[in-house]
């Protein structure tokens, strides 16, 4: 295939500097098996679920043997795109729907629909997971669905008990509380402005009534509704730790775990870990929002892409579906970084549990939106968002102007 690649470095992040990633593979026999490559981030770096699917799913396959290559999600998705210019790219890689946009544009991303009829499982996936795999006008499947996150808010319940403070139900709330619970090396909260802060980011802008697109499909996100709710995002800048402009998630997830920050805005996959060290004394709350009996936050579907230019196509599906049967789902859905599982049957499961933690994330699921799946998304959510916002978080641009460049860039064809 031959790629568009004027097209595809426009959508795309610039390139990033490449560092090395361990290959995790079973000692399976090669020679029988048909060798996939399999790009992936991790939230968890020490959890070794993937590495155990992997070899479980490596043992178990008599024909398809797959390989994973773990790479920071900082990195990822400029490496993804550039090593499909270079012709090294992967066969199957993780992906992020917010990125569906510019990969199926460029044609990129195989088509999966009749591979999903012929594999004979798929009634057992939640029909709306399938649709974070489309684009607007198409109905094909370009992403096999893997696991949802919708984004909801953590809270130390012995520093707001300290402090003499109850958990936030509105975003004024929060600016009111934040100055109390700033000071002596004590901060409010992360803005994340570095990598994966855009869906934090979303989640809050969606709470406070902002939208991205309206109902004709016309972009929003730079009206004066938006202008105000990103102000006020903006100006939390004053009650979060040094760093966090251009911080990613470890130094937000550090912050959080060693008491710094009394909230973080993140999702399920970090529950396990943030209850391991406060227990009873973590809270989890939706996202404070203009109006709690109108409650929005972001969600965002993490599935898996097999690459046009692979020549495995079918060995690679093998995988992509064998994730989605109850075990590797429940598997990880479960586990260190477990987020919430697209398949009927597991869903139910969690949906049955006594966890506060799921049971506010299922219910913030039923209300919450999703980045458009514009060419322009793939290209905010992987490059443009993070300078932007950094810049008006240091007053080089308003509220206004970060929000008129970025709607100017989902706007793109």
């Known amino acids: 295939m031959k790629l568009n690649t004027r097209a595809l470095v426009a959508s795309m992040a610039s390139l990033a500097i490449l560092v090395p990633s361990a290959f995790l593979s079973t000692t399976a026999s090669a ?16 959890d070794t679920t993937w590495a155990d699917l992997a070899a479980q799913f490596n043992a178990s396959n008599p024909t398809v043997k797959v390989n994973l290559q773990v790479i920071p999600l900082a990195q990822y998705p400029d490496k993804l795109a550039t090593s ?76 707001f008990a300290k402090a003499g403070l109850t958990a936030p139900k509105t975003q004024d709330e929060v600016l009111a509380l934040a100055p109390k619970l700033t000071g ?18 979303a989640a809050w802008m969606l ?6 697109t309206d109902d004709s499909g016309n972009i929003v996100i730079d009206n004066a509704k938006a202008i105000s709710v990103n102000q006020k995002y903006l100006d939390l800048n004053k009650y979060a730790p040094p760093g966090s402009s251009t911080a990613a998630f470890a130094q937000v997830k550090a912050n959080f775990l060693a008491g710094t920050t009394a909230l ?11 209850r391991a060290k406060w227990g009873t ?20 579907m993490s599935g898996n892409i097999i690459l046009s230019s692979s020549k495995k196509q079918d060995a690679a599906f093998k995988w992509v579906s064998w994730l989605l049967t109850p075990g590797p789902m429940l598997r990880l859905s479960i586990s260190p970084q477990g987020q919430l599982a697209v398949t009927k049957t597991e869903s139910a499961k969690q949906a049955s549990g006594k966890d506060v933690g799921y049971k506010v994330a299922l219910t913030a699921a039923k209300t919450a939106q999703s980045w458009p799946r ?15 916002l950094q810049d008006a978080f240091a007053g080089k641009s308003t509220s206004a102007e970060a929000l008129k460049k970025l709607a100017t860039t989902l706007a793109q064809k």
């Open 84 to 159: 499909l210019v270079s012709g090294t790219g992967p066969d199957v890689a993780r992906f992020k729907d917010s990125w569906l946009g510019a990969y199926v544009k460029n044609k990129l991303a195989a088509p999966l629909s009749a591979k999903i009829n012929k594999w004979g499982r798929g009634g057992n996936v939640n029909p709306s997971a399938f649709d974070a795999g489309r684009v607007p006008g198409d109905n094909e499947v370009y992403m096999m669905p893997h696991q949802n996150t919708a984004i909801y808010m953590y809270y130390n319940k012995a520093i």
């Open 374 to 388: 514009l060419v322009g998304t793939t290209t905010v959510t992987s490059a443009t968002w993070a300078p932007t």
């Open 281 to 300: 004394d973590l809270g989890v709350i939706p996202i404070p929002s203009e109006d709690p009996k109108s409650p929005a936050t972001i969600q965002a």
């Open 207 to 212: 709470a406070g009534g902002a939208r991205f």
């Open 264 to 274: 973080m805005i993140h999702h399920v996959g970090s529950l396990v870990e943030m």
């Open 31 to 46: 020679a029988t098996k048909t060798t996939i490559e399999y790009w992936l981030w991790q939230d968890n770096a020490t």
């Open 184 to 201: 002596n090396g004590q901060y409010a909260m992360d803005i994340r402005g570095g990598a994966g802060g855009q869906d934090q980011w």
